[in-house]
T-cell receptor, first 112, second 115 residues
Framework: EAQVTQNPRYLITVTGKKLTVTCSQNMNHEYMSWYRQDPGLGLRQIYYSMNVEVTDKGDVPEGYKVSRKEKRNFPLILESPSPNQTSLYFC???????????FGSGTRLTVV | AQSVTQLDSQVPVFEEAPVELRCNYSSSVSVYLFWYVQYPNQGLQLLLKYLSGSTLVKGINGFEAEFNKSQTSFHLRKPSVHISDTAEYFCAVDEGGTSYGKLTFGQGTILTVHP
Protein backbone atom coordinates (compact mmCIF):
# COMPACT_ATOMS: atom_id res chain seq x y z
CA GLU A 1 0.00 0.00 0.00
CA ALA A 2 1.32 3.44 -0.99
CA GLN A 3 1.80 5.45 2.15
CA VAL A 4 3.78 7.86 4.27
CA THR A 5 4.70 6.37 7.64
CA GLN A 6 5.58 8.47 10.65
CA ASN A 7 6.84 7.24 14.00
CA PRO A 8 6.03 7.57 16.78
CA ARG A 9 2.33 8.55 16.69
CA TYR A 10 2.51 10.01 20.20
CA LEU A 11 5.50 11.28 22.14
CA ILE A 12 5.89 13.00 25.49
CA THR A 13 9.34 14.27 26.29
CA VAL A 14 11.14 16.71 28.56
CA THR A 15 12.69 20.03 27.67
CA GLY A 16 16.15 19.70 26.18
CA LYS A 17 16.12 15.98 25.45
CA LYS A 18 17.01 15.39 21.80
CA LEU A 19 14.47 13.49 19.76
CA THR A 20 13.90 12.31 16.20
CA VAL A 21 10.60 11.75 14.44
CA THR A 22 10.99 9.41 11.50
CA CYS A 23 9.21 9.65 8.17
CA SER A 24 9.35 7.12 5.37
CA GLN A 25 7.51 6.87 2.04
CA ASN A 26 7.29 3.87 -0.29
CA MET A 27 6.23 5.71 -3.45
CA ASN A 28 9.65 6.78 -4.76
CA HIS A 29 8.59 10.41 -4.33
CA GLU A 30 11.15 13.15 -4.90
CA TYR A 31 9.58 15.81 -2.73
CA MET A 32 9.13 15.50 1.03
CA SER A 33 8.09 17.99 3.65
CA TRP A 34 7.40 18.53 7.35
CA TYR A 35 4.57 20.60 8.82
CA ARG A 36 3.34 21.48 12.25
CA GLN A 37 -0.34 22.04 12.95
CA ASP A 38 -1.51 24.32 15.75
CA PRO A 39 -5.10 25.39 16.51
CA GLY A 40 -6.08 28.53 14.64
CA LEU A 41 -2.81 28.62 12.67
CA GLY A 42 -3.44 25.85 10.16
CA LEU A 43 -0.40 23.97 8.90
CA ARG A 44 2.95 25.68 8.72
CA GLN A 45 5.86 24.28 6.80
CA ILE A 46 9.02 23.55 8.75
CA TYR A 47 11.38 22.16 6.09
CA TYR A 48 11.05 20.64 2.67
CA SER A 49 13.26 18.57 0.40
CA MET A 50 13.32 18.47 -3.38
CA ASN A 51 15.53 15.38 -3.59
CA VAL A 52 18.34 13.52 -1.83
CA GLU A 53 20.71 15.95 -0.10
CA VAL A 54 18.58 18.95 -1.18
CA THR A 55 16.61 20.65 1.58
CA ASP A 56 15.31 24.14 2.26
CA LYS A 57 13.66 26.05 5.08
CA GLY A 58 9.94 26.52 5.27
CA ASP A 59 8.16 29.17 7.30
CA VAL A 60 9.03 27.98 10.82
CA PRO A 61 12.43 26.20 10.73
CA GLU A 62 13.82 27.49 14.04
CA GLY A 63 14.59 24.70 16.50
CA TYR A 64 14.39 21.93 13.90
CA LYS A 65 16.80 20.03 11.69
CA VAL A 66 16.25 17.62 8.83
CA SER A 67 18.33 15.36 6.63
CA ARG A 68 17.66 13.58 3.35
CA LYS A 69 20.31 10.93 2.89
CA GLU A 70 17.98 8.49 1.18
CA LYS A 71 15.06 9.18 -1.09
CA ARG A 72 12.53 7.35 1.08
CA ASN A 73 13.43 8.84 4.48
CA PHE A 74 13.15 12.37 5.83
CA PRO A 75 13.61 12.48 9.62
CA LEU A 76 12.80 15.55 11.71
CA ILE A 77 15.26 16.26 14.51
CA LEU A 78 14.66 18.41 17.57
CA GLU A 79 18.05 18.83 19.19
CA SER A 80 16.79 20.68 22.28
CA PRO A 81 13.00 20.59 22.39
CA SER A 82 11.10 23.34 24.17
CA PRO A 83 7.45 23.54 25.29
CA ASN A 84 6.57 25.83 22.34
CA GLN A 85 7.32 22.91 20.05
CA THR A 86 4.39 21.00 21.49
CA SER A 87 2.30 20.42 18.39
CA LEU A 88 0.91 17.96 15.87
CA TYR A 89 3.48 17.18 13.19
CA PHE A 90 2.85 15.86 9.69
CA CYS A 91 5.21 14.49 7.09
CA UNK A 92 4.19 14.53 3.42
CA UNK A 93 5.60 13.47 0.05
CA UNK A 94 4.92 14.24 -3.61
CA UNK A 95 5.98 12.61 -6.86
CA UNK A 96 6.07 15.65 -9.10
CA UNK A 97 5.23 19.27 -9.25
CA UNK A 98 1.52 19.83 -8.89
CA UNK A 99 0.89 16.20 -8.01
CA UNK A 100 -0.38 17.01 -4.58
CA UNK A 101 1.10 15.73 -1.36
CA UNK A 102 0.35 12.46 0.42
CA PHE A 103 0.31 12.97 4.18
CA GLY A 104 1.27 10.71 7.04
CA SER A 105 -1.03 10.12 10.00
CA GLY A 106 0.71 12.61 12.23
CA THR A 107 2.86 12.67 15.38
CA ARG A 108 1.50 14.36 18.45
CA LEU A 109 4.44 15.74 20.42
CA THR A 110 4.23 17.12 23.94
CA VAL A 111 7.28 18.78 25.49
CA VAL A 112 7.07 19.33 29.25
CA ALA B 1 5.72 35.64 -0.85
CA GLN B 2 2.63 33.55 -1.29
CA SER B 3 -0.16 33.57 1.28
CA VAL B 4 -3.58 31.95 1.64
CA THR B 5 -6.65 33.29 3.41
CA GLN B 6 -9.66 31.16 4.19
CA LEU B 7 -12.41 33.63 4.79
CA ASP B 8 -14.51 31.57 7.20
CA SER B 9 -13.13 29.76 10.23
CA GLN B 10 -16.38 27.86 10.79
CA VAL B 11 -19.28 27.05 8.49
CA PRO B 12 -22.39 25.37 9.92
CA VAL B 13 -24.87 23.95 7.42
CA PHE B 14 -27.82 21.57 7.38
CA GLU B 15 -27.66 18.20 5.68
CA GLU B 16 -28.48 18.27 1.94
CA ALA B 17 -27.91 22.02 1.73
CA PRO B 18 -25.27 23.47 -0.61
CA VAL B 19 -22.02 24.81 0.81
CA GLU B 20 -19.19 27.07 -0.31
CA LEU B 21 -15.88 27.37 1.48
CA ARG B 22 -13.96 30.45 0.42
CA CYS B 23 -10.26 30.72 -0.27
CA ASN B 24 -8.21 33.65 -1.54
CA TYR B 25 -4.50 33.60 -2.25
CA SER B 26 -1.81 36.07 -3.08
CA SER B 27 1.09 35.30 -5.34
CA SER B 28 3.02 37.10 -8.03
CA VAL B 29 3.27 34.05 -10.26
CA SER B 30 1.11 31.24 -11.55
CA VAL B 31 0.37 28.73 -8.86
CA TYR B 32 -0.83 25.25 -8.14
CA LEU B 33 -3.90 25.23 -5.88
CA PHE B 34 -5.18 22.48 -3.63
CA TRP B 35 -7.98 21.66 -1.24
CA TYR B 36 -7.38 19.12 1.52
CA VAL B 37 -9.77 17.61 4.06
CA GLN B 38 -8.89 16.50 7.57
CA TYR B 39 -11.27 14.26 9.46
CA PRO B 40 -10.93 14.15 13.27
CA ASN B 41 -7.71 12.53 14.45
CA GLN B 42 -6.55 11.82 10.92
CA GLY B 43 -4.04 13.16 8.42
CA LEU B 44 -4.87 15.28 5.41
CA GLN B 45 -6.47 13.88 2.28
CA LEU B 46 -6.31 15.58 -1.11
CA LEU B 47 -9.79 16.61 -2.32
CA LEU B 48 -8.85 18.26 -5.59
CA LYS B 49 -6.20 20.33 -7.32
CA TYR B 50 -5.85 22.99 -9.98
CA LEU B 51 -2.73 22.90 -12.11
CA SER B 52 -3.80 24.57 -15.37
CA GLY B 53 -6.52 24.42 -17.99
CA SER B 54 -10.21 24.35 -17.11
CA THR B 55 -11.02 26.63 -14.22
CA LEU B 56 -13.65 24.25 -12.83
CA VAL B 57 -12.05 21.34 -11.06
CA LYS B 58 -13.90 18.28 -9.81
CA GLY B 59 -12.65 16.25 -6.90
CA ILE B 60 -13.61 13.36 -4.70
CA ASN B 61 -16.79 13.03 -2.63
CA GLY B 62 -18.77 15.35 -4.95
CA PHE B 63 -16.69 18.46 -4.27
CA GLU B 64 -15.66 20.93 -6.92
CA ALA B 65 -13.74 24.20 -6.97
CA GLU B 66 -13.47 27.12 -9.34
CA PHE B 67 -10.24 28.96 -10.03
CA ASN B 68 -10.68 32.67 -10.62
CA LYS B 69 -7.41 34.27 -11.62
CA SER B 70 -8.64 37.87 -11.63
CA GLN B 71 -9.99 37.53 -8.09
CA THR B 72 -7.18 35.20 -6.99
CA SER B 73 -9.75 32.87 -5.49
CA PHE B 74 -10.26 29.12 -5.38
CA HIS B 75 -13.59 28.50 -3.65
CA LEU B 76 -14.73 24.98 -2.79
CA ARG B 77 -18.35 23.95 -3.35
CA LYS B 78 -20.66 21.01 -2.89
CA PRO B 79 -24.30 21.10 -4.02
CA SER B 80 -25.61 18.83 -1.26
CA VAL B 81 -23.64 17.97 1.88
CA HIS B 82 -23.85 14.90 4.08
CA ILE B 83 -23.21 14.42 7.77
CA SER B 84 -20.01 12.60 6.80
CA ASP B 85 -18.63 15.81 5.25
CA THR B 86 -18.13 17.24 8.73
CA ALA B 87 -14.40 17.92 8.87
CA GLU B 88 -11.79 20.65 8.60
CA TYR B 89 -10.91 21.85 5.12
CA PHE B 90 -7.65 23.48 4.09
CA CYS B 91 -6.81 25.48 1.00
CA ALA B 92 -3.15 25.45 -0.08
CA VAL B 93 -0.97 27.05 -2.74
CA ASP B 94 2.35 26.12 -4.28
CA GLU B 95 4.16 28.44 -6.66
CA GLY B 96 5.85 25.57 -8.48
CA GLY B 97 8.93 25.98 -10.60
CA THR B 98 12.09 26.19 -8.55
CA SER B 99 9.91 26.93 -5.50
CA TYR B 100 7.92 23.71 -5.76
CA GLY B 101 7.61 22.03 -2.44
CA LYS B 102 7.03 25.27 -0.57
CA LEU B 103 3.36 24.63 0.12
CA THR B 104 1.46 27.30 2.05
CA PHE B 105 -1.81 26.49 3.81
CA GLY B 106 -4.71 28.61 4.91
CA GLN B 107 -5.86 28.55 8.52
CA GLY B 108 -8.61 26.02 7.83
CA THR B 109 -12.41 26.04 7.77
CA ILE B 110 -14.37 23.75 10.05
CA LEU B 111 -17.45 22.49 8.23
CA THR B 112 -20.16 21.16 10.53
CA VAL B 113 -23.14 19.46 8.91
CA HIS B 114 -26.24 19.28 11.10
CA PRO B 115 -29.09 16.78 10.61
Amino acid sequence: EAQVTQNPRYLITVTGKKLTVTCSQNMNHEYMSWYRQDPGLGLRQIYYSMNVEVTDKGDVPEGYKVSRKEKRNFPLILESPSPNQTSLYFCASSFRQGGGYTFGSGTRLTVV
Amino acid sequence: AQSVTQLDSQVPVFEEAPVELRCNYSSSVSVYLFWYVQYPNQGLQLLLKYLSGSTLVKGINGFEAEFNKSQTSFHLRKPSVHISDTAEYFCAVDEGGTSYGKLTFGQGTILTVHP
